[in-house]
T-cell receptor
Framework: AQTVTQSQPEMSVQEAETVTLSCTYDTSESDYYLFWYKQPPSRQMILVIRQEAYKQQNATENRFSVNFQKAAKSFSLKISDSQLGDAAMYFC?????????????FGTGTRLKVLA | DTGVSQDPRHKITKRGQNVTFRCDPISEHNRLYWYRQTLGQGPEFLTYFQNEAQLEKSRLLSDRFSAERPKGSFSTLEIQRTEQGDSAMYLCASQWGSGETQYFGPGTRLLVL
């Protein structure tokens, strides 16, 4: 069974600085999707960025980028020029693209604090 | 606001009572998911619908849980004979076709006394 692990329960970053959130996963499949979701306090969860495993190029979305290391099964999120609005829980998630399931598997999350 | 709504937002019930939650997805989205999220954890998959068909259900979901999506639009999640361990946030998410972006609702927070 696939698993997703986020080993950093909490991270802090100074405003305007860069922070990297870690995520590792375990799977025997070769084709899958990886995601980072953001859940602000008392607000709805939203997608930050996604990566298809067959793509070697790391995904980027404005200030958010990922470092996808398929062999190491690592998928970290880098937030550049951190803003106060980035403070939230961040969840890494996995979905198989080959096993006929649409089940998403989430990690336990990392709480990001942004210090003014 | 993602466009996905859930009702009620909060529910307090006594152990043994039945509760029903409703999710209204984005209108053109054919896929709908239910998740359960407890404090300090990520969302845990409960079940998935494509249109009105329930295609996948977590093995962790006991027989006390049932979900429906009768016309392929809104969905309901019912918990019968609630237990204190059912206390959690119940999240709904919708998705269109083969797109991989899930749009989450605000959740229904359930407290079982």
């Amino acid at each position: 069974a696939q698993t997703v692990t986020q080993s950093q329960p909490e991270m802090s970053v100074q405003e305007a600085e860069t922070v990297t959130l870690s995520c590792t996963y375990d799977t025997s499949e070769s084709d899958y999707y990886l995601f980072w979701y953001k859940q602000p306090p008392s607000r709805q969860m939203i997608l930050v960025i996604r990566q298809e495993a067959y793509k070697q190029q790391n995904a980027t979305e404005n200030r958010f980028s990922v470092n996808f290391q398929k062999a190491a099964k690592s998928f970290s999120l880098k937030i550049s020029d951190s803003q106060l609005g980035d403070a939230a829980m961040y969840f890494c998630a996995y979905r198989s693209a080959t096993s006929g399931t649409y089940k998403y598997i989430f990690g336990t999350g990392t709480r990001l604090k942004v210090l003014a | 606001d993602t466009g996905v709504s859930q009702d009620p937002r909060h529910k307090i019930t006594k152990r043994g009572q039945n509760v029903t939650f409703r999710c209204d997805p984005i209108s053109e989205h054919n896929r709908l998911y239910w998740y359960r999220q407890t404090l300090g954890q990520g969302p845990e998959f409960l079940t998935y619908f494509q249109n009105e068909a329930q295609l996948e259900k977590s093995r962790l979901l006991s027989d006390r849980f049932s979900a429906e999506r009768p016309k392929g639009s809104f969905s309901t999640l019912e918990i019968q004979r609630t237990e204190q361990g059912d206390s959690a946030m119940y999240l709904c998410a919708s998705q269109w076709g083969s797109g991989e972006t899930q749009y989450f609702g605000p959740g229904t927070r359930l407290l079982v006394l």
